[in-house]
């Protein structure tokens, strides 16, 4: 791993190397893992070394690899935010095992995540086997001879809290005027690129103002294992004093054991579970009398010392690298034989036809409650650890209007999720709020703009499509209180949403001046920014392609017809066309603009991960370009759309269960992300709606179809 803005001599067994924060690096590291056939991936994970969002970064590569992963965490957080929250959990659904140092690490876990079981070991932090030697076998070597020597090592930092030791020193050397204290390690390589070596600088300023500089050595640098437990061997009493409690593992404190090294440390996770057994003195954070009166007091029992310094080096027996070694092995050939499941994928001789499956609500049902519909499942179970928020519980509502069968159960739910929709609008500050914890706390008082525009379009579409007067007008209600709000989204998305629903109120009530002020806002937005977006190559509203794409010109086309603007409309189209040419594989397969490609400027799209949405989103733009245009072109774009779900698509694997309405989460580069949620399950069950509608229309003859699909390919066809 290299920092941004550093590259390193690496030694020839390192065969590549990613920069932090480029997604590319994280791409091609997993397809040179693939190539060299690994039977099993070890990730060291500590935040601070991988890119993104609490090393996000790290799951494109795991999610691109094929072998089975194992992760040991050097840091379990009590209080993790939540984007660590979301990473953690996101290592332990890839992973075969995740490994701590400590039993901390397995209760927090379990706590904090809800995470144990078998998919959780312990296996203690490695440590070197060397001869058991007394300490002034080598105290010559480094000029220590006639000293008593306390030795802090690793990098340097504020949090090792340094300082309480120096305090201590005045009461220690009065006691005891042969003690040396060393202070071993560079300063932390972030520090210094922030403000050089001022804290190393502050240390000795504060030893000289004790009157202690005598006795405090600083050796700077970064040093060979050899030297540094040769420093180690060499010590008398080992010190910690780091400042934080949720510290969980300690590879310095490790190696001071593993040398027969008595310690005195603040109670932080790993001491406090290391030094149970009689090997140290714990002293309470920042306590510099403590420190003081521990050491002192060890210093005075040269027999306790040695006893200690026996016990701790058998300790180390269990901990040296061969044991550490040993542990790792069952644990990757128990991986190995218990590989990641995969789904098969089929012949490529295998013949298949495309059926439109009628929408069901059975995988929706699964992932609601008397509350609303929660966003994540771990495979098909739903997590509740995630809550619920309000971007599906609107396109739970939407696609009630549009479930032909059961309508009873879909008029039931569409309450729940109306209800949901109401209690998210936070009316003091015109916005929705999103997040909701599953005991039905909010998580913050408004949400993002995508959010604001997807609840406004759905409640525009519950005035247009709801089964029950009572909705519609609670629709109406709710849309006059939020629409006015609208005005000052700023991204194009939202005003695609905003105009979608605007254009749905106005099916209903075609002389709502407000709606009709929006279509007409969000139509002149949209165009301008596709003008001033153009370029040789690139027809499109933005510099880059993200996500929902096709709801752009879906909107612009729709706001075009609605104000009777040709040249808009055309424009519209036009950039559709383009996008469809971007969402089109070598075979003529759809293929979604994948993650990777998210925020490239001018740059073709990458082709993982693919999300369900963007066909979704496809299907419903074609329709809408084959009902404006009659142009039989768009039929085969929707069709082509709707069948990736299907299995025609890159990795020929169906995204889709259509016995219970089910979608996958994700095709990534080699596989199906094999987790349904709740955004995945609505895309395809929209997707099956829409299609299913259009084809029976098509069948009928019926003139209000939003498609006529009279040149629809035969291997799609409306069920029996």
């Not at 310094?309 to 644990?331: F, H, K, V």
């Not at 979608?500 to 002149?524: C, K, M, Y």
């Not at 993200?546 to 752009?552: I, Q």
């Not at 950039?575 to 490609?597: P, Y």
Request: proline share 5%; net charge negative; with cysteine.
């Amino acid at each position: 791993m290299d920092d941004p803005g550093s590259a390193h001599a690496y030694g020839p067994e390192v065969v590549c190397s990613i920069a932090q924060e480029e997604l590319a690096d994280y791409v091609q590291a997993a397809r040179r893992i693939n190539e060299s056939g690994a039977d099993v991936i070890i990730v060291q994970h500590e935040y601070g070394i991988f890119g993104g969002p609490a090393g996000a970064l790290l799951l494109k590569l795991l999610d691109r690899v094929d072998a089975p992963v194992v992760v040991t965490l050097h840091t379990v957080l009590e209080n993790p935010n939540a984007e660590q929250r979301s990473v953690i959990e996101a290592l332990a659904r890839r992973a075969f095992k995740l490994i701590v140092m400590a039993e901390k690490g397995v209760e927090i876990l379990q706590a904090v995540h809800g995470i144990g079981g078998d998919q959780v070991a312990i296996v203690p932090h490695g440590v070197p086997d060397r001869p058991f030697l007394p300490t002034q076998t080598l105290k010559p070597a480094f000029g220590f001879d006639g000293h008593r020597v306390l030795l802090t090592f690793g990098l340097l930092s504020p949090n090792k809290g340094i300082e309480t030791m120096i305090r201590a020193l005045p009461r220690i050397v009065a006691a005891h005027p042969d003690v040396l204290y060393v202070i071993l390690g560079a300063t932390h390589p972030h520090l210094v690129a922030r403000e050089g070596e001022a804290y190393r600088d502050s240390l000795a300023s504060l030893a000289a103002e004790l009157g202690v500089s005598e006795h405090v050595r600083f050796i700077d640098g970064f040093l060979d294992q050899e030297r540094l437990l040769d420093y180690l061997q060499a010590t008398d009493v080992y010190v910690t004093p780091y400042l934080s409690p949720t510290q969980i593992t300690s590879g310095t404190l490790s190696y001071a054991v593993a040398l027969g090294k008595p310690v005195v440390s603040t109670p932080y996770w790993h001491a406090a579970e290391l030094l149970a057994d009689g090997i140290g003195r714990l002293v309470p954070f920042e306590d510099v009398d403590g420190f003081a009166a521990a050491i002192s007091d060890l210093l005075d029992q040269p027999a306790l010392i040695e006893q200690m310094s026996e016990a701790a080096y058998a300790i180390g027996r269990t901990m040296t690298w061969d044991n550490l070694a040993r542990a790792y092995l069952r644990i990757c050939a128990d991986a190995v034989t218990r590989r990641p499941v995969r789904l098969a994928r089929p012949a490529a001789t295998a013949v298949r036809t495309h059926d439109v499956h009628p929408p069901k609500l059975d995988a929706i049902e699964r992932m609601s409650d008397g509350c609303g519909m929660l966003q994540h499942s771990i495979f098909s179970v739903p997590d509740r650890d995630h809550g619920y928020c309000v971007d599906d519980n609107c396109r739970a509502l939407m696609l009630m209007h549009r479930i032909d069968g059961p309508i009873e159960r879909a008029d039931e739910l569409a309450r729940i999720y109306a209800s949901f929709v109401q209690h998210a609008w936070n009316g003091d500050k015109g916005r929705f709020r999103n997040f909701m914890a599953f005991d039905r706390g909010w998580l913050e008082d408004e949400g993002s703009e995508d959010s604001f525009g997807r609840s406004l379009w759905t409640i525009g579409a519950t005035v247009a499509e709801a089964r029950h007067q009572d909705l519609r007008q609670w629709g109406l209600h709710l849309f006059n209180q939020v629409a006015p709000h609208s005005l000052a989204l700023m991204s194009p998305r939202t005003w695609a949403f905003a105009l979608l629903g605007a254009e749905a109120v106005l099916e209903a009530h075609p002389d709502h001046a407000v709606a009709l002020r929006l279509v007409e806002e969000f139509s002149d937005r949209l165009w301008r920014r596709l003008r001033l977006g153009r370029r040789e190559g690139w027809i499109w509203f933005e510099a880059v392609l993200a996500y929902d794409n096709a709801r752009l010109p879906e909107a612009l086309m729709l706001g075009g017809r609605r104000l009777g603007n040709k040249v808009m409309l055309d424009d519209a189209t036009a950039a559709f066309e383009w996008l469809d040419g971007q969402q089109t594989n070598a075979a003529g397969q759809f293929r979604a603009v994948g993650t990777d490609s998210f925020w490239r400027a001018y740059e073709a799209p990458l082709p993982f991960d693919q999300q369900p949405l963007e066909a979704w989103a496809t299907v419903d733009a074609a329709l809408v370009a084959h009902d404006i245009t009659g142009d039989a072109r768009w039929l085969e774009t929707a069709r082509r759309a709707y069948a990736w779900y299907l299995g025609d698509n890159d990795l020929g694997l169906p995204m889709a269960t259509p016995a219970d309405g089910g979608c996958y989460d994700g095709l990534m580069s080699n596989r199906v992300n094999l987790n349904q949620g709740a955004e995945s399950i609505l895309a395809y069950q929209f997707a099956c709606a829409a299609m299913t509608r259009a084809a029976a229309r098509n069948r009928t003859g019926g003139q209000d179809a939003p498609t006529k699909f009279g040149s629809i390919i035969p291997q799609i066809r409306a069920p029996r």
